[in-house]
């Protein structure tokens, strides 16, 4: 195979790690069941000075923010016995950020599916086993999902804070998501072991999905050969 080819399939490789990536992080973060389990693991952080009912309310007033159904960050909830606005200026700001994040990554996503489909489109047109590479190209780009799962939980068991702040200080220009746990809404909400749980829950959604395209990949390719040689 030609060089220009490999590199296109690896370039395909990575579209569909992309695509599958940004999938499975807004299936995890777009779902308020998510939220509110999470807040029961938490045994509903009494710290919110919300019940049961408004920390729901402030979860899916979340998800709208950040599907874009959502101008303005600002929730009203019964907060300490009052109906009250739960965010500051800081909070509304930072999720401003957070935003344009996301608006990038749904960005990235159909980028990575349309390129997918035009590379794919070509290959087709020029390699004559593209059948056999296009399988193979899922089946290791699998394999290598595997991989970054288990850097994923390294860095999760190894030093979660550490490498979350390093997230943030490579994704922020600005020190607006450092909150007060004390008075800050959005950090009692949503403390460092929900984004614990979040990472790991992404992270099992993309592996699988990856995982089982490739390995049903690498069934189909070998069915393949088989057919090929008889």
């Not at 395909?12 to 509110?36: K, P, R």
């Not at 920390?55 to 007033?61: F, I, L």
């Not at 193979?136 to 804070?161: E, H, K, P, Q």
Request: aromatic share 14%.
């Amino acid at each position: 195979m030609k060089w220009r080819l490999r590199f296109i399939y690896v370039v395909i490789g990575i579209c569909v790690t992309l695509f599958t990536w940004v999938t499975a992080l807004e299936l995890v973060t777009y779902d308020v069941d998510h939220y509110l389990t999470e807040f029961e693991k938490q045994e509903w952080n009494p710290a919110t000075g919300m019940d049961q009912e408004n920390q729901a309310v402030a979860a899916e007033e979340i998800t709208r923010y950040l599907k874009g159904n959502k101008n303005d960050f600002q929730t009203t909830a019964v907060k300490d016995g009052d109906f009250q606005e739960l965010y500051d200026e800081r909070e509304r700001v930072h999720m401003e950020d957070v935003l344009f994040l996301f608006e990038r990554a749904r960005m990235i996503r159909n980028v990575s599916l349309a390129l997918t489909i035009v590379l794919l489109g070509y290959v087709v047109a020029r390699d004559p086993r593209w059948k056999n590479h296009w399988l193979r190209t899922l089946f290791y780009t699998g394999l290598a999902n595997v991989d970054m799962m288990i850097l994923l939980g390294l860095l999760i068991w190894l030093d979660f804070s550490r490498y979350f702040t390093y997230f943030h200080l490579l994704l922020f220009d600005n020190d607006l998501w450092i909150l007060d746990p004390g008075r800050h809404v959005l950090i009692q909400l949503l403390p460092e072991t929900f984004f614990i749980n979040t990472a790991i829950k992404i992270g099992v959604y993309a592996m699988s999905a990856l995982l089982i395209v490739g390995l049903t990949a690498w069934v189909v390719e070998r069915r393949l050969k088989k057919g090929e040689a008889s």
